[in-house]
C-alpha cells in the first residue's frame, strides 16, 4: 500500500542534543510537509517541500531544518531542542496537482519527541 | 491571514447524530477539508469540499457554505469509536498548504 512512513515514532533527546526525524512516502507526491503538534492544539506548518523548492513558514525557528534529497525522503532538523520542543512531529504529503483535491494531505503517524 | 473558529469540546451519545461546526476566514479560499484524529494518532481525511452544498460518505456527511464562511460535518449513527478530535482545515489558492483549525474533540458516550 501506498504510504508515508515516519521512523522513529518516539524519540528522546537531551536538551541541546542535535537530533534528525525521518519521513518516507512512496505516493510520489510532490509535496511534502512538516507539522508539529502539541497537545489539544492544531497541527503548526514548520516548512514544506514542492519538489526542491523549500518553503519556510515565517514563524519556524531557524532552530529547525529540513533536507529533502529525494522525491521520497524528507528529514527533520532540530539543532538544538529546547524542552519547549516536545511534541508530535508529523510529516505528510500532497500530490501539488491543480485543483483543491490536490491539496489533500496524507500523514504519516507522527514522530513524539521527548527533550529531557 | 486566515482565521478558524471550531468549537472546543462536543459530547454525544452513542447511535445519535452530532453536527460540528467550522467557520473561516481566509483569502482565496480553495476547498475546506475535514480530518479524523485520534488521539496520539495521525490526521486521516474525511471529506473535501470546495463548492456550496453537501458531501455525503457514508455516515459522514460534510457541508459548505462560501458565502457564509462555513461548514459543518455531520456524523450519523454515532459509534464510540468516533470518539476524536476532527479537524477543519482551509486550501488557499496559490498556496500549497492548508491551514489547520485547532480542532472539536468528540467524546461519544453510551
Known amino acids: 500500500d501506498a504510504m508515508v512512513i515516519q521512523n522513529p515514532r518516539y524519540q528522546v533527546t537531551q536538551f541541546g542534543k542535535p537530533v534528525t526525524l525521518s519521513c518516507s512516502q512512496t505516493l510520489n507526491h510532490n509535496v511534502m510537509y512538516w507539522y508539529q503538534q502539541k497537545s489539544s492544539q492544531a497541527p503548526k506548518l514548520l516548512f514544506h517541500?514542492?519538489?526542491?523548492?523549500?518553503?519556510n513558514e515565517a514563524d519556524t525557528p531557524d532552530n529547525f531544518q529540513s533536507r529533502r534529497p529525494n522525491t521520497s525522503f524528507c528529514f527533520l532538523d532540530i539543532r538544538s531542542p529546547g524542552l519547549g520542543d516536545a511534541a508530535m512531529y508529523l510529516c505528510?504529503?500532497?500530490?501539488?496537482?491543480?485543483?483543491?483535491?490536490?491539496?489533500?494531505?496524507?500523514f504519516g503517524p507522527g514522530t513524539r519527541l521527548t527533550v529531557t | 491571514g486566515q482565521n478558524i473558529d471550531q468549537p472546543t469540546e462536543m459530547t454525544a451519545t452513542e447511535g445519535a447524530i452530532v453536527q460540528i461546526n467550522c467557520t473561516y476566514q481566509t483569502s482565496g479560499f480553495n476547498g475546506l477539508f475535514w480530518y479524523q484524529q485520534h488521539a496520539g494518532e495521525a490526521p486521516t481525511f474525511l471529506s473535501y469540499n470546495v463548492l456550496d452544498g453537501l458531501e455525503e460518505k457514508g455516515r459522514f456527511s460534510s457541508f459548505l457554505s462560501r458565502s457564509k464562511g462555513y461548514s459543518y460535518l455531520l456524523l450519523k449513527e454515532l459509534q464510540m469509536k468516533d470518539s476524536a478530535s476532527y479537524l477543519c482545515?482551509?486550501?488557499?489558492?496559490?498556496?500549497?498548504?492548508?491551514?489547520f483549525g485547532t480542532g472539536t474533540r468528540l467524546t461519544v458516550i453510551p
Open positions: 505528510a504529503t500532497s500530490s501539488g496537482t491543480s485543483g483543491g483535491e490536490g491539496y489533500e494531505q496524507y
Open positions: 517541500y514542492y519538489d526542491k523548492d523549500f518553503n
Open positions: 482545515a482551509v486550501g488557499q489558492t496559490g498556496a500549497n498548504n492548508l491551514f
